[in-house]
């Protein structure tokens, strides 16, 4: 199947020849692979891109739990990471070569990968600064197992250059996303949530705001693993939460959370909304005499709610329309919320704008990938705090290299 995203810009007649890429990222969640093979030419603000082929990639059963255990402080160990780092890139390398193999195509065909890897741990200092990053999922696997120079490991660039690294989508959104004529926040909602916040195209002087809004997922998540003991990982349609009652005064303590109110660029991880977190919010709501199902509503509510006040405190003008993707989205309680509190505001998810929700992170990641092939930054100051625009990633020769190379410096 093949899924267009709808072109915003008018085509460049000098566009470069388009390159076929693989992109590829796991989430927070950590409960799979997103692979999507695309095509992307031009250059900004005339950049093309669309998805020919996406697919979820699940990691075998016990791995979730294996990565998650490995990247908590108290659980994880040095050898362990470095034994995922290696065997996430087998998997990665395998979700890659079954994207390729299921749109008709080679490996000889595909000219990069853009990994983003499995993040692990983002150290967000007390200032909001970052002062560490880690995204496991070795490139030399990748490059090795499929011959395809592969680029990855893109926020620490960013981050040495005084910027957060983070949200990583927000430059693709900016490229891509932005209305002629109306002010959008596209939403994502994983196991963290993140807004960009873009101004029309109509507007040449307005700037784009991008962070992350708080909990998406991980809290929810944490909380249904441990009420029912690991039989369940998510709380599907929102079942449980739909039967809980929502304990408003314990809600509006929790958004008193300092996160909420440090202003952008800031980002933040499971190591904040962690499984520790988790744990003892199901204390407090015990505590008050809330049940299972009250305490994961009011959670769930944080999620919505956190997310209206991020715009409420931060968003430059009034929202126009909102652009749902991540797996948050099927939430029910989530959406409807959004929905109703945002109202008349419109919220929508990106395919009711020409973009398939599921590979849309792993789209990104191919267009970072595309960019950094060109020596063009793929980030803004005014979305990440960087000090200046830079070149994203590390690239990793595959045995492409040297004719894609040449090739790239004959298009020029």
Partial sequence: MIIAMRPLHNVNPKAQTPMLIVGLMSGT???????????????PPHLQARIVHGIAYPYPDGFQ????????????????????????????????????????????????????GQTFWHNVEPD??????????????????TGITTISNFRPRDIAAGGQGAPLTAYVDWLLLRHPT??????????????TFLPPLSDSTSQPVAFDTGPGNALIDSIITLLTDGAQAYDQNAALAKRGRIDEEWLQELLAHPYFK???????GRELFSKAMAKSLIEEGQRRGDDSASILATITTLTAQSIVDAYSRFAPAQIEEVILGGG???NPVIVDLLRG??????VMTHEDIGMDSDNKE??????LAYETWHARPATLPALTGADHPVVLGQITPGDNYVDLIRRTWAAK
């Fill in 328 to 330: 948050g989205r099927h």
């Fill in 128 to 145: 909001g600064r970052v002062s560490a990053t880690l995204q496991l999922t070795e490139a030399a696997i990748l490059a090795e197992r």
């Fill in 362 to 367: 792993a789209l990104v990641f191919a267009v």
């Fill in 262 to 268: 440090l202003k952008p660029p800031k980002t933040t």
């Fill in 182 to 195: 109306k002010w959008r926040a596209v939403q994502n909602i994983g196991g963290i949530g993140n807004v």
């Fill in 29 to 43: 969640s950590a409960d799979g692979i997103d692979a999507a093979l695309c095509e992307i030419s031009g250059e």
């Fill in 341 to 346: 509190i945002l109202q008349p505001t419109p």
């Fill in 65 to 116: 739990t294996r990565i998650l255990t490995a990247s908590q402080p108290d659980t994880g160990r040095v050898d362990e990471l470095a034994k995922l780092h290696f065997a996430i890139a087998e998997l990665f390398a395998k979700a890659t070569l079954q994207v390729i193999t299921e749109s008709g195509n080679t490996p000889e065909n595909v000219d990069l990968i853009g990994s983003h």
